[in-house]
């Protein structure tokens, strides 16, 4: 039996909707494969640095996405010289595959860092208090004792994006289209080939 066609198939603002859908069940649906993520950054001798993150918030109206990460990590630093970022998810069971563009800001004094913190668990906030950086190196795998909550080592970064690609692979026909936001927030939305 073939399946309905669903209502976004041929009709943009549909397409939108049903991306923005995805992405908020992404941060509620810890099943979801969009719950995780991966964030691309540019390294500083110019090469893509790639790594999956948890999808902790989405704001559609500001069209934000939210990600904890150590401020001391190689993301943050790569952020901190140059904001560009890229996200990808695939949402196998909806046969979605969701390419976002924009730039990320750091929060690590503010009252957004506080916010995210007060809300992180206690096993979420381990990984942020080890003495050392994230990838330095270390002569056994056992991490020595917790120096600190690790509250100095957190960080947000919020992830804005101007650019999102939707593709839906379909059996009658994929569907691609891609949306954009200028500076003043004007909208365009065009399919394209898939
Ligand atoms: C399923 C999964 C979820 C992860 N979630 C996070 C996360 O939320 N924040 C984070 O900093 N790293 C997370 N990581 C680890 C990153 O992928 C990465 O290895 C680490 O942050 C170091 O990246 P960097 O050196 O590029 O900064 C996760 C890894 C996996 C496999």
């Not at 990600?67 to 001391?72: G, I, M, P, T």
């Not at 950086?133 to 270390?138: D, K, M, R, T, Y």
């Not at 026909?173 to 200028?182: I, N, Q």
Request: charge should be neutral; aromatic fraction near 6%.
């Amino acid at each position: 039996m073939t399946r309905p066609r669903p209502g976004f198939a041929d009709d943009l603002d549909e397409t939108l909707a049903e991306a923005f859908r995805l992405l908020a069940r992404g941060v509620a649906d810890r099943r979801s494969p969009i719950h995780t993520p991966s964030l691309a950054s540019i390294g500083p001798d110019g090469a893509p640095r790639i790594r999956t993150l948890v999808l902790r918030g989405f704001d559609a109206p500001t069209r934000t996405l939210r990600v904890h990460s150590d401020r001391r990590s190689g993301k943050a630093m790569e952020i901190a010289a140059d904001p560009r970022v890229a996200v990808h998810a695939y949402d196998a069971g909806a046969q979605v595959q969701l390419r976002l563009g924009g730039t990320a800001t750091l929060h690590a004094e503010d009252a957004i860092a506080d916010a995210a913190w007060a809300t992180s668990t206690d096993n979420a906030r381990l990984v942020y208090t080890t003495a050392l950086p994230p990838g330095a190196a270390i002569p056994t795998p056992t991490l020595p004792s917790a120096l600190s909550d690790g509250r100095e080592h957190f960080a947000v970064l919020v992830l804005r994006f101007d650019a999102l690609e939707w593709l839906w692979l379909c059996a009658d026909g994929h569907r691609r289209a891609r949306f954009g936001w200028d500076s003043a927030g004007q909208a365009s939305a065009e399919w394209c080939v898939p």
